[in-house]
């Protein structure tokens, strides 16, 4: 194990086939949304809400030094952590690879559960998550041994299909286990709409947001499409906005109804 204070930032190469590292990935998955991962490093820029959990981390890679290499150099920890808001990036070095089995749980025609075998490291979960975000509305729930996934658009469908067509992820063989025809039937099939998906998806706003926000953008369409708006006679335009502003109308109609009933 090698600790390199470079100028810009403070560099840690680690040989996994001589430490143990399954924990301390574990720790920075659960503790750093700000990592960035490329190949064999992971790069940990500084944000003041992880400030803490990186003095524990800087503190944890120094004790795995000291014990690795049996080097105590004097002040070298206090010094990695006068570095704390400097980047910190950690190479590693002869990764083995293993089998990671993921099963597809369909739940019904709009929604699938991922799950894995065992309790996978941060790379593995950062790269799948990676392939699958479209929107922050994808990914509904995960954890560090499942990702719960609803189909909303095509992108999703497209997204789930590459996964499944990779051998291996972040260096690591993968195995699955789905029922293949009835993945394949929804990913294939038409999304269901309804009047009511219909409407969010015309006004712009989740089915979450509470009847004060979506009024609100309500009324901001409305101004943008009222048919006064139009600067000329364009009579296909004035159309166009006639339209618009009547099917805004009915949509939050359809919308303020549910939310009320």
């Known amino acids: 194990m090698q600790i390199l204070m470079g100028v810009n930032s403070t560099n840690i190469i680690i040989d996994e086939s001589k430490v143990y590292t399954r924990n301390l990935t574990n720790f920075i998955y659960s503790n750093f949304s700000s990592s960035i991962i490329y190949k064999d490093t992971l790069t940990l820029n500084y944000t003041e809400n992880e400030h803490f959990s990186r003095i524990f981390l800087i503190k944890w890679l120094y004790s795995l030094y000291t014990n690795i290499t049996k080097n105590n150099f004097v002040n070298m920890k206090e010094i990695l952590l006068k570095r704390i808001e400097k980047p910190i990036k950690i190479k590693f070095k002869n990764r083995t690879p293993k089998k990671i089995s993921i099963t597809i749980d369909i739940i019904d025609d709009e929604e699938l559960h991922i799950y894995f075998t065992e309790y996978i490291d941060f790379a593995i979960m950062a790269e799948l998550k990676s392939i699958l975000i479209t929107s922050d509305e994808i990914i509904k729930n995960s ?77 901001n369409l409305l101004r943008k499409y009222h048919p006064d708006k139009v600067h000329s006679r364009d009579e296909e335009k004035i159309l166009d906005y006639t339209e618009k502003f009547k099917s805004i109308q009915n949509a939050f109609c359809i919308i303020k109804s549910s939310k009320v009933a």
Do not use: M
């Open 143 to 219: 954890s560090k041994s499942f990702i719960n996934i609803f189909i909303n658009n095509e992108n999703t469908k497209a997204n789930i299909k590459n996964i499944i067509k990779l051998k291996k992820l972040n260096d690591q063989n993968i195995s699955y286990i789905y029922d293949s025809k009835k993945l394949h039937k929804i990913l294939e099939c038409i999304p269901k709409t309804s009047p009511y998906s219909d409407a969010l998806i015309l006004l712009d706003v989740d089915e979450k947001e509470d009847i004060k926000f979506i009024e609100k953008r309500y009324k």
